[in-house]
């Protein structure tokens, strides 16, 4: 089988954070209708994770002599940021996507990549 990582690279964070408990639970439920159609067709979610708000990272990057620079935030100048990811199995690609598509009901955009192999 192989392994892809399934991201949501732009909700919005803002919004997530004064979610009710009822657009929570239909995320939840979204998310849920996902791995169960992703399992009718042979694949599987073998991990993933909610990540808290932007504002909360760290970011790490090589300085002009090497160094380490450590800045809060995140690094990148935009307002969409990562906020959550699936690691999934899968033998057909296409059948990945095809059950990815009822995650934009709750994320505007998705992003699947496969996992290389080192």
Excluded: W
């Excluded at 009710?20 to 639970?25: E, H, L, N």
């Excluded at 849920?32 to 694949?43: D, M, Q």
């Excluded at 307002?79 to 959550?84: I, K, N, R, T, Y």
Aim: aromatic share 8%; glycine share 8%.
């Amino acid at each position: 089988m192989t392994d892809y990582v399934v991201m949501f690279p732009a909700d919005n964070e803002a919004h997530r954070e004064a979610a009710t408990d009822a657009d929570r639970q239909a995320t939840f439920d979204t998310d849920y209708e996902f791995g169960r159609l992703l399992a009718a067709r042979g694949g599987a979610v073998t991990g993933g994770a909610g990540l808290t708000h932007s504002r909360q990272a760290r970011t790490i990057r090589r300085g002009p002599h090497a160094d380490a620079l450590v800045t809060d935030g995140p690094y990148a100048e935009s307002a969409e940021q990562l906020s959550g990811f699936f690691v999934v199995t899968c033998d057909d690609y296409d059948a990945l996507v095809e059950a990815a598509q009822v995650l934009v009901r709750a994320h505007p955009v998705v992003e699947i990549r496969p996992v290389k192999e080192f």
